[in-house]
C-alpha cells in the first residue's frame, strides 16, 4: 500500500525538476535571442559598444540562471543547499588560488565594457592575430581571420589591441614606375586613376579623400618607387587599395612607352 504514495512522490518530484529545466531552459534561449537584437542607432560606434555589453550581460545572466535553477533542484530533492553553499565556498578559496588568471580574464572583460576599445563588429589585431571580432564575453573574446578561423583569446592575454574600425583609415600603396617614365605622363595616369576611382561601381564611395602622391619613396636601379595615399572608411580600406592598384595599372599601362635612358 505504501508504495504508490511513494511512487506518486517520486513522479511529482521528476514533474517539478522538468518543469524547472524547461523553465531555465526557455529563459537560456531567451537571454541569448536578447544579444541578437540590433537596435535602431544612427551611431556605429555606439551600437557596437552595446552589443559589446548585451554579449557580456548575456553570459552573466545566464550564469546567474543556472545556479539559480541548480539551488532550486537541491531543494526540490530535499537537500539543504547551505552546507553546500558552505563547502563550495571553501573549496572556492582553494580554487582561487589557482584561478587568479580566470579572475584576470573578468576583469579585463569588464573593462572592455567599460571603455570599449572595440565592439563586436570590429576588426581588431592583438594577441598576434587579425580579424573581426563575433563575440565578447567575461571570459574570452572570438575573432575571426581573413581565413575562417576562429580564435578565442582569453581577456588577459589581449595586451596592446589596434582597432582597424575606428573613424577612418588610411590606403597607402607603393608603385614601382620604370625609370624612363616621365614625371609628366606619370602625373597624368594619376589623375586618370583618381577619376577611375571616384567612378568606380565597387566603392560607392568608400573612399572620404582622394588618392595623393606623397612622393617618391626609393630609387632602383631599373624603377623607382612612388607612394600613394588615399583617405577611406575603415571597412573599405581593403577594397580601396584593391581597386585602387587596379587602376593605378591600368593608367601607367595606357601611357606611351617610357623613353630609353641615356646610354
Known sequence: MGRFPM????????????ILVIFAGALWWGIGRVVQVRLPLSDPER???????????RSLLRAAVLAVALLMALDLMGLNP???????????????????????DLL??????LE??????DVIRTAGVSGKVERITLRATYVRDADGTLHVI????????????????RVIVDLPVPRGTRLEALQEALEQATRALREDPELQGGWLEPPTVAGIEAIGETAFIVRVEAKTRPADRWTVARRLRYHLLQAMQTEPAPSPGPG
Open 7 to 18: 511512487e506518486a512522490g517520486t513522479l511529482i518530484l521528476v514533474l517539478r525538476i522538468l
Open 47 to 57: 551600437a557596437r559598444r552595446i552589443q559589446a555589453v548585451l554579449s557580456l550581460g
Open 82 to 104: 547551505g552546507p553546500l553553499l558552505t563547502g563550495a565556498g571553501i573549496l572556492g578559496v582553494v580554487v582561487g588560488l589557482g584561478a587568479q588568471s580566470l579572475i584576470r
Open 108 to 113: 579585463a572583460g569588464l573593462i572592455i565594457v
Open 116 to 121: 570599449g576599445p572595440f565592439g563586436i563588429g
Open 154 to 169: 582569453p581577456n588577459s592575454m589581449l595586451g596592446v589591441i589596434s582597432n582597424l574600425s575606428r573613424d577612418w583609415a
